[in-house]
């Protein structure tokens, strides 16, 4: 393995997970260890020695299925595969198998990959319970692993156990820390860093420190502080290469000065050839500036210098000429793709039907798909959720409901966009029955509906004056997991507004501030209000604390648990509250059937008491 093997992830997040107030030893600094995946069986641990079924590994010596399987893991990864690449680590565990260093540094490489940065630490303390000594490469896995997540305080601990340790550290080991504080908005410590290299003895900045650093500058909009870096490497005789041009040129595209990035090459063109990703640069610069004659004459110029554009500039140019709803632009830019030999992707074609179905004008949205099935592209799940949008705007729910069965047919499954956005066809239509039967198949398909497709059904039983059951989807999300928001809250305190019932939307307001008191509303909140004029005390949700029951407008006994309820008793209740505030606030009250009173309605339902309160029809 290479030391000089560095993983080009850039997440600037740390995945969260429960914590786990546990402190281990990593080569002697203690770090605490929050909420780590990872759980391997300390295979030299005094109890586990003789339940080694391999004979090799019980003895120390080299194991011919431990190389394999490290081998393995190492060709899934570079087939981005790390998640494979790991289940083969825990199979050989399974397999009482004592992983090596080799095996540990390629673990540590699939987790970094998948941004598991919780996991490191219970790894590192793995391989020091397991005796092995790290080593130079894997050292450099650890500091880049914390420094993809960010932990530079880490990071530079390992750094400086490395050093103690006797183990050298090289021009990488430095630029994976460079790039570390960059992806934490730290650049000034990037520099001191570039700098104490020629402090030391076997390590030199090279053009990859410097471009490193460029990038640290460039993305805190620090132009000229990344400049400073280019005399500095120039005058130390590393010359810049077309890396280092392109990351000035993105900052100033970045910064709506795209014509500053297109003349840095003009300028330059004697020395820097420029290559796609500068062309890149330049014509998604423009498109973002909406000068999209400079994006074409872009294109057009840089292959008089040898630069040929391939499908992502085309693609770029044909979702800058529909931002701007430039038909004849894009035409031209497919007449420029056919010319050049340079063959439409899925995204060509989802750029045009996207646009194409945001005007509803869906017969051709429809041509430009059939158009690229004939040319052999296939269709995944995103084109299907761009016709679903189209079809909505359209106005035809049916039509985008009927794309699941075409899904279907291709083996796609469909998304949770897909789903919201049929949904949202038939809220828009003002049947929910119809949005509720594809939100049950939502979730017989297993598909997870997110915060965006509780708020479609909220607002769409708000636009039907249905306010009782938009706020029992508050309740739904809670029991799937989705955290209500404030705009959630609003939207559910919005639907009992349009039906003029202000002090329910009122109390629905009150609970922004303790999204948990969602979860309490109960009927005995709502029959308080009610129990001076209509000598009705209903049932709660109480403990064991609460009366065993209370007598209803019909004279009969109501008991507080659930089991205890009858459908009879409950609508006679919930048709005395309807009177009462229909009543006062001179609305018509509607007939509540057996369908509307079932617990588990559609499957959507939450729990039986929570929804006695919400019952008044405009």
Partial sequence: MDENVVLTNTATQETEGPAANQSVSVFGWCYKDHSSQLEIQDNDSSDSKEQHRCPSCSSGKSCRTVRTRTKLMGTLIDQKNSLEAESVFYALIDDRHRPNLITYTTLLTALTNQKKFDAITTLISNVEKSGLKPDLIFYNAIINAFSEAGKMDEAMKIFQEMKESGCRQTTSTFNTLIKGFGIVSRPEESQKLLDSMFNEVDTRPNRKSYNILIKAWCDQHKQSEAWNVVYKMTSYGVQPDVVTYNTIAQAYAKNGETKKAEELFLELQSRIQPNERSLAIIVGGYCKEAKMNDALRCVNHMKGLGVHPNVIVFNTLIKGFLDVEDIAGVNEVLKLMDAVRVKPDIVTYSHQMNAWGAMGIMTKCMDIYHEMLKAGVDPDAQVYSILAKGYVRAREPSKAEALLAKMEEFGIHPNVVTFTTIISGWCSAARMVDAMRVFGKMRESRVSPNIKTFETIIWGYGEVKQPWKAEEMLQLMREVGVVPNDNSVRLVAEAWRAVGLLNEANRILESLSDHNAIQELSFS???????????????????????????????RKMATKDADFTLESMRATMRTICLSRAHRHGLKVPVICRRQCQMQQHGIYGPFLSSFKMLFLN
């Fill in 525 to 555: 909140t709502s029959c308080s209000m009610e129990s001076s004029k209509i000598s009705l005390q209903g049932p709660s949700l109480g403990g064991d604390n609460e009366r065993d029951g209370s007598v209803g407008a019909n004279g």
